[in-house]
């Protein structure tokens, strides 16, 4: 890394003591608004003539877990909060649900920059064509206006996200869009570096008319697998449920009731054959 590379990170440690008391999992200074710009904000005022091959050293990445799954009413959604930039862990409470009306909201992975302001151009066009039409916006028009920038702009953006809301005309919905802008509607989805741990659990787990309560269930613990296994998802998990009513998000830590676990079996405490032979 590059002299002037750590000398931001140095800078960027820079806490006091009081700050410095971890929470199992969530890490330090969990209570801190998190910001995909900070980087960006010492950069500047340490006045530094980065080279663009050290930039990259500052990417903030989405490695991630996302799920997402239609039930009889409705849909539920989880996520991990880990954010990294390469093996640095930037943040490890990122919220990757971001709300875009009272019944729809986008999970993203990807380039954390990019994902944002897609979330934010798109939030601004939703409301605009409510206001002008004077009715909600559908998730199946929200999820075509994602695709539209997603795959004019897909040279230059790292951006997949899931839709996920619901509106009268269809109820609940998802809808998936990788890298590149194609865009499918889907019964159950995962999306990120920890969903390849899952795929298989979730196609056998889905089934219709799940309940609510199932239906979270099945999710909670497909984050749990991910995060398991995946050494690029950890922190919390984050739940949500989207229907008539609106949205409704729940938190659970690891240092808390609730929070999905997997028991392994007991490792076997012999010696290999050859070795206990000897």
Request: charged share 20%; with cysteine; hydrophobic share 35%.
């Amino acid at each position: 890394m590059d002299r002037r590379c750590a000398r931001v990170y140095e800078v960027m440690d820079m806490m006091g003591e009081d700050m410095r008391k971890a929470i199992p999992a969530l890490g330090f200074y969990p209570q801190q608004e998190i910001s995909t710009g900070c980087f960006v904000i010492v950069i500047n005022r340490l006045n530094l003539n980065l080279k663009s091959k050290c930039i990259s050293c500052f990417s903030i990445a989405f490695q991630t877990t996302l799920i997402a799954m239609e039930y009889d009413g409705g849909v539920v959604i989880g996520t991990d909060s880990r954010t990294s930039a390469g093996s640095f862990i930037s943040s490890r409470t990122t919220n990757k649900i971001t709300p875009i009306t009272d019944n729809l909201s986008v999970l993203r992975s990807g380039s954390a920059a990019d994902t944002q302001a897609i979330a934010d151009i798109v939030k601004y066009y939703i409301e605009t064509y409510s206001l002008l039409e004077n009715e909600p916006v559908t998730v199946y028009r929200s999820s075509q206006i994602f695709r539209q920038f997603l795959y004019q702009y897909r040279d230059s953006l790292s951006a997949s996200v899931i839709i996920a809301g619901w509106d009268s005309k269809l109820g609940g919905q998802l809808y998936a869009i990788p890298i590149g802008g194609f865009t499918t509607r889907q019964r159950s989805t995962a999306s990120g570096s920890g969903s390849t741990y899952v795929l298989g659990y979730l196609d056998k787990a889905w089934r219709p008319n799940l309940t609510k309560d199932e239906c979270i269930e099945i999710v909670k613990t497909a984050v749990g697998l991910a995060v398991f296994r995946d050494g690029s998802s950890g922190g919390v998990c984050r739940i949500g449920v989207i229907n008539e009513q609106g949205t409704t998000l729940t938190l659970y830590r690891p240092d808390k009731p609730g929070f999905p676990t997997v028991t392994l079996p007991e490792a076997h405490n012999t010696y290999a054959t050859h070795v206990k032979n000897q």
